[in-house]
């Protein structure tokens, strides 16, 4: 607790830091790592109150190598709305609102780095982001949801075809078999412009279901 200080961060860019974000860090990608799978210390989000009832949360930490890219550590336990609060703290930093405090130098000067514990709202719940360990989803991870039961709210997806006419996704419900699902979004499928679509999309369909059988073919196989 020794290190939850509550400080004035610095909330505004001077010419001379916007310069430097600018050309530093402006363009650098943003990577999202999950604690469990990247670091060697697994680490699970910390809550914690000061004696005025201020809430505390330690979710992720964050490390900027100029040069090379930001990379956010979600803890066990992160959620949708950390995620969220870590990028606008990246925002923040690629718009010169450099806060020295908050984003200690290392490395010689070669990079920052950032793990605060940050003001929350206890009151507010967010789903839980974990990693998806289906190497055959295209997703990193999913939202789950944690307040009562304990479920994952979304599909794992493999691939997809968008269009104005129709949707097809290649997904998986946890661990059933992978399934294609389709959505027919236009409003009217009449004419020549209608055969068309519904041509487009038996083959887009032919397509997945292709791929759906491969991807189940493979997991029968491995669990044989
Ligand atoms: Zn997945």
Same mark, same amino acid.
């Given at each position: 607790?020794?290190?939850?200080?509550v400080f004035k961060p610095v909330t505004e860019a001077t010419d001379a830091s916007r310069t430097w974000a600018a050309s530093v860090l402006a %363009?650098?990608?943003?990577?999202?790592?999950?604690?469990?799978?990247?670091?060697?210390?697994?680490?699970?989000?910390?809550?914690?109150? %000061?004696?005025?009832?201020?809430?505390?949360?330690?979710?992720?930490?964050?490390?900027?190598?100029? @040069?090379?890219?930001?990379?956010?550590?979600?803890?066990?336990?992160?959620?949708?709305?950390?995620?969220?609060?870590? /990028?606008?703290?990246?925002?923040?930093?690629?718009? @010169?609102?450099?806060?020295?405090?908050? $984003?200690?130098?290392?490395?010689?000067?070669?990079?920052?780095?950032?793990?605060?514990?940050?003001?929350?709202?206890?009151?507010?719940?967010?789903?839980?982001?974990?990693?998806?360990? !289906?190497?055959?989803?295209?997703?990193?991870?999913?939202?789950?949801?944690?307040? @009562?039961?304990?479920?994952?709210?979304?599909?794992?997806?493999? !691939?997809?075809?968008?269009? %104005?006419?129709?949707?097809?996704?290649?997904?998986?419900?946890? !661990?059933?078999?992978?399934?294609?699902?389709?959505?027919?979004?236009?409003?009217?499928?009449?004419?020549?412009?209608?055969?068309?679509?519904?041509?487009? $999309?038996?083959?887009?369909?032919?397509?997945?279901?292709?791929?759906?059988?491969?991807?189940?073919?493979?997991?029968? /196989?491995?669990?044989?």
């Amino acid at each position: 607790m020794s290190d939850l200080t509550v400080f004035k961060p610095v909330t505004e860019a001077t010419d001379a830091s916007r310069t430097w974000a600018a050309s530093v860090l402006a %363009d650098l990608p943003v990577v999202v790592k999950f604690c469990e799978a990247a670091c060697p210390d697994k680490k699970t989000v910390q809550t914690s109150a %000061d004696a005025e009832g201020r809430h505390f949360r330690q979710a992720f930490h964050i490390g900027v190598k100029y @040069g090379a890219h930001f990379a956010i550590h979600l803890y066990t336990g992160a959620t949708r709305t950390d995620l969220a609060v870590a /990028k606008q703290m990246i925002t923040r930093l690629k718009n @010169g609102i450099v806060c020295d405090r908050l $984003w200690e130098e290392f490395n010689n000067g070669t990079g920052r780095y950032m793990n605060s514990w940050i003001p929350f709202d206890p009151e507010q719940w967010s789903p839980e982001l974990r990693p998806c360990a !289906d190497p055959n989803c295209v997703r990193d991870w999913h939202e789950w949801e944690t307040s @009562g039961d304990i479920f994952k709210t979304e599909s794992c997806e493999n !691939d997809a075809i968008r269009t %104005d006419d129709y949707t097809i996704v290649l997904q998986r419900h946890d !661990d059933d078999p992978w399934t294609v699902e389709s959505w027919l979004t236009c409003d009217q499928l009449e004419g020549v412009d209608g055969l068309k679509a519904l041509r487009d $999309w038996a083959n887009d369909f032919a397509y997945l279901q292709g791929e759906c059988d491969r991807l189940n073919a493979i997991q029968v /196989k491995e669990a044989a």
